[in-house]
């Protein structure tokens, strides 16, 4: 005979997965925050440098209107 689960149940259960997973990442990761595992990937990290930014395009010139040939 099966164990015959409610839509309930099976919330909590997601819910406790979900808390239980995201408490193991957090954990993950303020433990490799300041580890080895960091400056072993800082180590190794290359810096690309980038070109400065281009200067804004200068505004266009608005010239007078012509005048009209009456």
Same mark, same amino acid.
């Given at each position: 005979m099966?164990? =015959?689960s409610?839509?309930?149940? +099976?919330?909590k ?6 808390l239980? =997973?995201g ?8 433990g490799?925050?300041?580890g080895?595992?960091?400056k072993?990937v800082? +180590?190794?990290?290359?810096?690309i440098?980038?070109?400065?930014p ?5 505004? /266009?010139?608005? +010239?007078? /209107?012509?005048?009209q040939?009456?």
């Amino acid at each position: 005979m099966a164990f =015959q689960s409610s839509r309930s149940d +099976r919330y909590k259960a997601a819910l406790v997965t979900l808390l239980v =997973q995201g408490a193991l990442f957090y954990a993950l990761l303020i433990g490799l925050s300041g580890g080895p595992v960091t400056k072993l990937v800082e +180590r190794s990290l290359i810096y690309i440098d980038l070109p400065p930014p281009a200067p804004p395009p200068e505004p /266009p010139v608005r +010239r007078a /209107p012509r005048p009209q040939a009456a």
